[in-house]
């Protein structure tokens, strides 16, 4: 069985729904106009008299329809250009920090062509969050020991905290910039299509939204009840 996964959150998901609406239109407006034919010529005049009123009916009657017909396709409009937007590929919608600019000689380049530096996204993990270190050097090391044969893509770092057990938190980013193979798929999918398919892939339940912090993004956290209800988190 083929299952094909619709993101309706996504731009061109919008897009098709715009123009969706404009091609429904058109084909409303075709077959009001079409099935009306007889009814705007009217009845066959019989004599000049019935020919001159026939022509006026016939006016008259095409005027109406052609009212309908703009009333159809203002319908149309309107839906296609007030239907909310969507939301940019989960690729695209990442935080970046502008790094400051190497000093080159001015006679390098004119003022006036200089470009801008492009914008970066600077990714690693921070020392402390709250009651959690980040564990480094040899500690870390034991760790990644540890969870050797199960490492996934991209990067990992442990943290010490509250709670039982040397490592109270992982944190695991892949980042588009490590793998050209993830960076092709995340160019289609939106944030809120990630977060539905990784908590439904974990099978995590209670999945709440929480505030991601200034840098914008997705933050949402649920429970793993197949593993003794730990906190996962993307």
């Known amino acids: 069985m083929i299952t094909l996964s619709v993101d309706t959150t996504s731009q061109s998901y919008a897009d098709g729904q715009s123009l969706g609406a404009l091609l429904a239109a058109a084909v409303a407006m075709a077959v009001i106009w079409f099935a009306t034919r007889t009814w705007r010529r009217g009845p066959a005049p019989t004599n000049a008299a019935d020919a001159e009123r026939a022509g006026a009916l016939s006016v008259r ?16 409009l309107v839906r296609a250009f007030t239907s909310p937007g969507g939301e940019p590929p989960a690729a695209a919608a990442a935080p970046v920090t502008q790094e400051p600019a190497a000093q080159e000689p001015a006679a390098q380049a004119p003022a006036d062509t200089a470009k801008p530096p492009e914008p970066k996204r600077v990714i690693d993990a921070a020392v402390q969050v709250g009651a959690y270190r980040l564990l480094t050097g040899a500690e870390a090391a034991e760790y990644e020991q540890r969870a050797a044969g199960k490492r996934p893509s991209g990067k990992r770092w442990f943290y010490d905290g509250p709670g039982e057990g040397p490592v109270g938190a992982i944190l695991q980013i892949n980042a588009v910039e490590w793998d050209a193979r993830l960076a092709d798929e995340k160019r289609s999918d939106t944030m809120t299509h990630e977060l539905r398919n990784f908590f439904a892939g974990a099978r995590a339940t209670e999945v709440a939204a929480f505030e991601a912090g200034p840098w914008g993004g997705r933050l949402s956290c649920g429970f793993l009840p197949s593993a003794g209800r730990p906190i996962v988190c993307a």
């Not at 009657?61 to 149309?76: D, E, H, T, W």
């Open 61 to 76: 009657r095409g005027n109406i329809v052609r009212g309908i017909l703009l009333a159809v396709a203002a319908a149309g």
